[in-house]
């Protein structure tokens, strides 16, 4: 089987960036050089495109209740390159404020309800940061003061 049937049956698993093809094809014992033209051939052929791809991605991540800081560091952890990552989570977000991405993870997190107290108030808050909100438009989804950094 030639290196570039081996990605075309990879690529009907999933889509992946060309980093992601790269070290498939390296698990698999495809040598350098032949991974190299492979990827080529999939660029040329239109089976491979890493901006689209981050554009998919960061939608994907943006709806789930991610935040822009996360869905940006996760996208270029895949091998998007940072103009192409800050391109698609900027795509994804939209108009949206980073409090009003908050408040839609939250209320996806919550479903419908309000936190039951102080105690699940400040874990939500640490999720959402964790999430990649910033802070600030975290404690404002919650109803919260915050007067912490910013870049927490």
């Known amino acids: 089987m030639t290196a570039v049937e081996k990605a075309l049956k990879l690529l009907a698993l999933r889509s992946r960036t060309a980093l992601e093809m790269d070290r498939a094809l390296a698990r698999a014992k495809v040598s350098a050089d032949d991974r190299k033209l492979a990827l080529a051939r999939l660029r040329e052929l239109g089976y491979m495109d890493d901006r689209e791809l981050a554009r998919s991605r960061a939608r994907t991540l943006i709806e789930r209740g991610e935040g822009p800081r996360l869905a940006l560091r996760r996208l270029e952890s895949q091998g998007i390159a940072p103009e192409d990552a800050q391109a698609a989570v900027a795509e994804a977000k939209g108009e949206a404020t980073d409090e009003a991405l908050a408040r839609a993870a939250l209320r996806r997190r919550l479903r419908g309800r309000t ?14 940061i964790a999430k990649g909100h910033r802070p600030a438009a975290a404690a404002k989804a919650l109803e919260m003061e915050w007067d912490g950094d910013e870049d927490t």
């Open 115 to 128: 936190p039951r107290d102080a105690a699940e108030q400040r874990r939500l808050l640490r999720l959402l």
